[in-house]
């Protein structure tokens, strides 16, 4: 009877405080719906783009941003495809009108990314002093969390709880030489230059030389839970978390061993492979790392993930596993990063590679703000 009680009042209590309360990895957050949006197609010689222009109230504040499709890491020979549970490949395509760059009408130097997942918009509005991100409510909130049955949860970067989960790593060895090798003095992140032919000119020029290719894996439990099975939203996540580790990188500034400065150092994807099932195999020696119902640590993920890729073809400068796999002690990333943009290291043929989740076990769900900050980190092979 006391429960029943106890129940109902608290009920009550979650009810009238809608737009203002706590979940997980957040202090505060709003839901919302609305958002104007007005499209209009931009065609130029050999390409068009879609423009977009979008308003929204959160935050007691009205929000005008203009955002531009298309992304600029996708590399020359980059393809996707879709794994079904034997090992079956699909080739699928990417579509370049779910992601978006742009800008805050009010200071056009404030950065905005942006892609739509299913049909609903996740994004980032990089402020000097905040970041705001809007997302899919159903990312983060369960139904009793939204009881308005909001569309859209936001928030900004001072409202993520920092008692985040941590990120490991692999070869202590390995992981000095990286540290002095590749070491990020500032880690800024800068708007984008406006200056159009300026920009492509010092793009290309960076892409020849400086360019870190990525083959990025989404397993069966990021592809279901944090892509809820749609490859389109799928590819756009990723991208964008590449986008996002791809503007800091080209920001920072690196430093090796003879002090010699790197600047512009960028990361594009080569190759994407989405799980849509668990997978099955008849080697016994080690679990899948897609395999259904494996208790994972975090080392055993890792040592799969090695042991599969040593029988793969291609090297990229690194491979990067996406999992929704909470792991045990809240490691949210691993990374086994031994030669990251410099080329294999003499005698090995080991490749880099790293997992980040985008669950964390005792917070859950991270927000999409979290996964960026882990997924860039999980390149650097730095404790955070
Ligand atoms: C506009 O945004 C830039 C970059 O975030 C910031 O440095 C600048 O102070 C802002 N200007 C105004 C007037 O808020
Ligand atoms: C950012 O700056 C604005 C005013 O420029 C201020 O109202 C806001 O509280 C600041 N946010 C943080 C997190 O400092
Ligand atoms: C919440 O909204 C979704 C789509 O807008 C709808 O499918 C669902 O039935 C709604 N749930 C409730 C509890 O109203
Ligand atoms: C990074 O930002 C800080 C202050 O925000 C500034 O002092 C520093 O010069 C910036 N570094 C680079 C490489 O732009
Ligand atoms: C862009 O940069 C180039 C080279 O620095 C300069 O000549 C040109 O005037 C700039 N254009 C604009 C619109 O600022």
């Known amino acids: 009877m006391i429960i029943q009680v106890i129940l109902f009042l608290s009920v009550l209590i979650l009810i009238p405080n809608v737009s203002g309360h706590s979940v997980g990895n957040l202090k505060y957050f709003e839901t919302f719906s609305a958002i104007t949006v007005t499209s209009r197609l931009k065609r130029s010689r050999d390409s068009q783009e879609l423009i977009k ?90 139904s009793s969390d939204n009881p308005l049955n909001h569309t859209l949860i936001a928030y900004r970067s001072s409202d993520l709880t920092e008692n985040a989960g941590k990120c490991a790593t692999l070869h202590s060895e390995s992981n000095d030489w990286i540290k002095q090798y590749l070491h990020p003095h500032h880690v800024n992140i800068t708007s984008e230059n406006h200056n159009q032919s300026r920009e ?68 594009q994807i080569g190759h994407m492979l989405l799980y849509t099932a668990p997978t099955y195999t008849s080697d016994t020696r080690m679990s899948h790392f897609n395999a259904k119902g494996i208790l994972w640590d975090s080392m055993d993920k890792m040592n799969s993930l090695e042991y599969y890729l040593s029988f793969r073809q291609k090297h990229y400068c690194i491979t990067h596993l996406l999992t929704s796999y909470p792991m045990p002690e809240r490691i949210l990333g691993v990374a086994d990063v031994k030669g990251i943009c410099c080329g294999a290291r003499p005698g090995g043929t080991v490749q880099s590679c790293s997992f980040t989740s985008s669950i964390d076990s005792s917070s859950g769900h991270l927000t999409t703000q979290q996964m960026k900050q882990t997924f860039t980190h999980a390149f650097f092979s730095e404790k955070s």
């Open 53 to 142: 222009d979008l308003k929204f109230t959160v935050f007691k504040r009205n929000f005008h941003l203009i955002l531009k499709s298309g992304t600029n890491v996708l590399a020359k020979d980059f393809h996707a495809k879709l794994v079904e549970a034997d090992g079956r490949t699909t080739s699928v395509h990417i579509d370049q009108s779910l992601l978006y760059t742009g800008y805050l009408v009010e200071n056009t130097s404030v950065l905005v990314s942006a892609h739509i997942e299913d049909t609903l918009w996740t994004i980032q509005i990089h402020e000097y002093n905040d970041t705001y991100g809007i997302e899919p409510a159903r990312n983060m909130l369960k």
């Open 200 to 267: 492509r000119l010092r793009r290309e020029t960076y892409l020849q030389k400086n360019t870190c290719v990525m083959s990025i894996i989404a397993d069966y439990d990021f592809f279901s839970i944090r892509c809820h099975s749609n490859y389109l939203t799928c590819s756009a996540i990723i991208i964008s978390l590449v986008e996002h580790a791809d503007r800091i990188f080209r920001s920072s500034k690196f430093v090796d061993l003879w002090n010699t400065i790197y600047l512009g150092i960028g990361l």
